[in-house]
């Protein structure tokens, strides 16, 4: 059985820091590309930062230089290490896992930056 299981999220200030990690079971994880998405009420779900089974890592431009994608293939996570939060970053952040065939999700974390 697939599980990805987010963790971290909360309450985080502007200028302030929060990190979320998801952790992966029943996939061989170094295969899969890690994403990871938020959707903000009355928004459509979006790509914020992923990272390649090789390593390599892309962002959305609003969270360049502010959020950093990490994985780490021996504990089967995935972290997103978000700085600088800013209150548009106020969404749920879902966690994704996907190759050409399959794509998993998990069940999502609230971040919230406000004051």
């Known amino acids: 059985q697939v599980q990805l299981v987010e963790s971290g999220g909360g309450l985080g200030q502007p200028g302030g820091s929060l990190r979320i990690s998801c952790a992966a079971s029943?996939?061989?994880?170094?295969?899969?590309?890690m994403g990871w998405y938020r959707q903000a009420p009355g928004k459509q779900r979006e790509l914020v930062a992923s990272?390649?089974?090789?390593?390599?890592?892309n962002y959305v431009d609003s969270v360049k230089g502010r959020f950093t994608i990490s994985r780490d293939n021996a504990k089967n996570t995935v972290t997103l290490q978000m700085n600088s939060l800013k209150p548009e970053d106020t969404a749920v952040y879902y966690c994704?896992?996907?190759?050409?065939?399959?794509?998993?999700w998990g069940q999502g974390t609230q971040v919230t930056v406000s004051s």
């Open positions: 994704n896992g996907r190759t050409t065939l399959t794509s998993y």
């Open positions: 029943g996939i061989i994880f170094s295969f899969y590309n």
């Open positions: 990272i390649t089974s090789g390593g390599y890592t």
